[in-house]
T-cell receptor, first 115, second 114 residues
Framework: GAGVSQSPSNKVTEKGKDVELRCDPI?????LYWYRQSLGQGLEFLIY????????KSGLPSDRFSAERTGGSVSTLTIQRTQQEDSAVYLC?????????????FGEGSRLTVL | AQSVTQLDSHVSVSEGTPVLLRCNYS??????LFWYVQHPNKGLQLLLK??????LVKGINGFEAEFKKSETSFHLTKPSAHMSDAAEYFC????????????FGPGTRLSVLP
């Protein structure tokens, strides 16, 4: 089946603009994660969705960042009033939470450049 | 609390020689452990995983790792490096089989010299 799909793959924006990044998880995966990877750095956890439960937003770096997941499937990460330090690759991952060994499956990321 | 240490930020080997990427973890509970690989401009791909079954785990592309509880280690090895192995490698711990929190190590960049 299809893997985790992210769009856009690349986004260049001007400082102060809002951006939306989309993630379409693997069908049947109830858990969805967003991570940020800055240049040459490891992964920084942003937010976690599990089914209909309240999301874990503990990793969001500021109130300019928000995310939603509609219908338990597609998720959108929104960054308002972008800053240059928001430039990074934003990775989405999904996983099953019943059966299997629960590893994360990653998309190829959305590379955001803020000028 | 969980944490992951990858002892080398960069490892360089010659093609055809063995690879050793080191990972140590701390966890209060029985962990699940994973190695992921990231090629340039790509997402992360699972190499292998330990989830309380056999302590020697075999993965894709000839990689394997051994879970050593007494040493809290999960080092990644490969007998013979290939040029295509050049990438970033991440060691990851999840505290138990039901945990939602995945803790990533900082990564080790593997270079393979001809």
């Amino acid at each position: 089946g299809a893997g985790v799909s992210q769009s856009p793959s690349n986004k260049v924006t001007e400082k102060g603009k809002d951006v939306e990044l989309r993630c379409d998880p693997i069908s049947g995966h109830t858990a969805l994660y967003w991570y940020r990877q800055s240049l040459g750095q490891g992964l920084e956890f942003l937010i976690y969705f599990q089914g209909n439960s309240a999301p874990d937003k503990s990793g969001l770096p500021s109130d300019r960042f928000s995310a939603e997941r509609t219908g338990g499937s597609v998720s959108t990460l929104t960054i308002q009033r972008t800053q240059q330090e928001d430039s990074a690759v934003y990775l989405c991952a999904s996983r099953r939470t019943s059966g299997g060994t629960g590893e994360l499956f990653f998309g190829e990321g959305s590379r955001l450049t803020v000028l | 609390a969980q944490s992951v240490t990858q002892l080398d930020s960069h490892v360089s080997v010659s093609e055809g020689t063995p690879v050793l990427l080191r990972c140590n973890y701390s966890s209060s509970y029985s962990p699940s452990l994973f190695w992921y690989v990231q090629h340039p401009n790509k997402g992360l791909q699972l190499l292998l995983k330990y989830t309380s079954a056999a302590t020697l785990v075999k993965g894709i592309n000839g990689f394997e790792a051994e879970f050593k509880k007494s040493e809290t280690s999960f080092h990644l090895t490969k007998p013979s490096a290939h040029m295509s192995d050049a990438a970033e490698y991440f060691c990851v711990v999840r505290e138990d089989n039901y945990g939602q929190n995945f803790v990533f190590g900082p990564g080790t960049r593997l270079s393979v010299l001809p």
